[in-house]
């Protein structure tokens, strides 16, 4: 049974698992990224992103938020985000943790959005020694609900960010569900745009394991390593991790699993917009659906085995579709409460 709660419930792609398996089946390789299978993804990702930029690998994408955000600051200095970020929200404080006490300052913003105004007054809020100084302003793409910053905005956050001398990391973890939905190039949304360090997700989007952190200003990057081997997050098998990015960056599957994904989000949209007393909260961008339901019905859904989560996001329930939901489980699922909510 599919199921709405997240797309990290989702298994492995087979274009994924097909490297996975080709990594294990190539004999022994040299440990800790020192291998063909690793440089080889690296490589990759500079020819997808059209630009000479450090490439590492790591777990999980708290790991590659937190280190990526410890490589940017000092403990006395903050990181600007929006109020429902996920390193502010979903992190378990391990961006300060990680950064030795960096601050976080959140801002609010219509649409799980950071705007350019609300950086400006975080950042001319305070200039005394007793306020954590700003350093860095991090934004999610796509949002924490659902929806997309466009180029012009990233431009926009950009420029305030580096006429205050901050420094832009980039939450992707769902990153490709974002090219998806704007269908431009990665690069016109990153380091074009104005983007240092970008954290790009690949577990929600069918890898097994495993996100990159990519420094568009390689300066940037320096010691990174020893970030990443200290925080236990070198992989001494490095190419289990990496291997199956091939998988994805071959002939573009990460944009047609993020293009499924998308696509399912909007028949769930769809089909739940017209529903008697469910409210959708956001227009839906990516592969996530907000909407409000009755509780009895939400909780008839759970009852009859549907899971999905309501404390994420600014409220109502979060339908998170993957690389391989399928129209009838959406189907399926709409069917089911619209009968809940006419009974």
């Known amino acids: 049974m599919q199921q709405f709660a997240s797309d990290n419930q989702a298994g492995i792609c087979p274009e994924a698992l097909e490297y996975l398996l080709k990594s294990n089946d ?68 391990g961006p300060e943790f990680f950064s030795n006490g960096s601050k976080l300052l959140t801002a609010k913003g219509e649409n799980g959005k950071l705007t350019a105004d609300a950086i400006e007054a975080l950042v001319t809020k305070r200039a005394d020694i007793h306020y954590p100084r700003p350093k860095v302003v991090s934004i999610t793409q796509s949002t924490e609900v659902g929806t997309v910053y466009c180029v012009e905005e990233i431009r926009a956050i950009a420029a305030i960010a580096k006429r205050r001398q901050l420094r832009v990391h980039m939450d992707g973890a769902r990153f490709a569900n974002a090219v998806a939905s704007l269908n431009v190039h990665p690069s016109e949304i990153t380091w074009r745009a104005g983007v240092d360090v970008l954290c790009f997700g690949g577990t929600k989007n069918g890898l097994p394991v495993g996100e990159v952190v990519v420094f568009f200003d390689k300066a940037l990057a320096e010691d990174f390593a020893y970030r990443v081997k200290q925080a236990g997050q070198l992989a001494s098998k490095m190419r289990f991790i990496s291997a199956p990015w091939l998988g994805l960056l071959d002939n573009d599957v990460w944009l047609r699993n993020a293009r499924h994904a998308n696509a399912m989000a909007q028949l769930l949209h769809q089909r739940l917009r017209d529903i008697p007393g469910v409210r959708v909260l956001y227009e839906p961008q990516s592969n996530a659906v907000f909407a409000d339901l009755p509780k009895q019905a939400a909780d008839a859904m759970r009852a009859g085995g549907w899971k999905f989560y309501q404390f994420i996001g600014a409220g109502g329930c979060r339908l998170m579709c993957a690389w391989d939901t399928q129209p009838q489980t959406v189907e399926r699922f709409a069917a089911e409460l619209r009968g809940l909510c006419l009974a």
């Open 26 to 93: 190539s004999g022994h390789a040299s440990s800790y990224g020192d291998d063909a299978w690793t440089q080889r993804v690296c490589d990759r990702m500079r020819d997808l992103f059209q630009t000479d930029c450090e490439v590492f690998f790591v777990f999980n994408g708290t790991a590659a938020n937190s280190l990526a955000l410890a490589s940017l600051c000092q403990s006395y200095h903050s990181v600007i985000c929006h109020e429902l970020a996920h390193i502010e929200t979903d992190e378990c404080g």
